[in-house]
């Protein structure tokens, strides 16, 4: 008795499993807090406007401006804040470092399963072709490099999702292919990457 193919739900599963799994490996001391991602802007950059994001809402306060930093900035106006960007609520319920690491984590999974999604339907490889541009993104020399840079590391996560939304609508265009698109792309967006996006539409 020989078995069927293996459906589309099942192989994606077993990919985000295998993806999520590498990506445990891989940064375990950091999404267990026995280290911590600190490096260039997120020292200088990204640790304070979390601070000042956090003392703000635990003041009873809209987090829409630090009057601690540059006689005052905005934070709402600012896209590298991500203020309006549901992974970065993460810092709401974990602390700061571990908050980060498992932001950086899931965009690395996220990514790696939207470029393996793309590849199965470019290619219609059931799961070695997929699995192979999976691991090729999680472990590439750039992606690792984003690690540091929390706006271009979430923007470009949505990549190969926002790829793969465009083939979709230009093989079945229609209202449902338009709006999952736009809700896509305006993800990508509120990532706070310009650079991404940018990068993006030449693509």
């Known amino acids: 008795m020989t078995s069927g193919p293996m459906s589309p739900r099942r192989a994606t599963g077993i990919l985000l499993l295998f993806f999520g799994a590498v990506e445990f490996v891989l940064r375990w001391p950091v999404l267990t807090g026995v280290t911590a991602l600190y490096e260039r802007d997120l020292f200088l950059l990204y640790y304070p406007l979390v601070q000042s994001v956090l003392r703000a809402v635990s003041d ?28 970065a609520w993460l810092h709401l319920f974990l602390s700061p470092a571990v908050a980060y690491a498992w932001f950086v984590s899931i965009h690395s999974v996220f990514g790696a399963l939207g470029a393996a999604l793309l590849c199965r339907r470019l290619s219609g490889a059931s ?48 209202r449902n292919a338009a709006i999952r698109l736009g809700a896509i792309l305006g993800a990508q967006m509120v990532a706070g990457s310009a650079d991404m996006c940018a990068m993006t539409v030449l693509l």
Request: no cysteine; net charge negative.
């Open 60 to 87: 009873g306060a809209l987090p829409l401006r630090d009057p601690t930093s540059a006689f005052g900035q905005s934070i709402l106006g600012d896209p590298e804040s991500q203020l309006l960007y549901p992974p």
């Open 127 to 174: 799961l070695a072709g997929p699995l192979l541009a999976g691991i090729a993104w999680l472990l590439s020399g750039p992606l690792q490099s984003l690690a540091t840079l929390w706006h271009h590391m979430s923007g470009a996560a949505w990549i190969p999702w926002v790829l793969l939304a465009v083939e979709k609508a230009l093989e079945s265009p229609g």
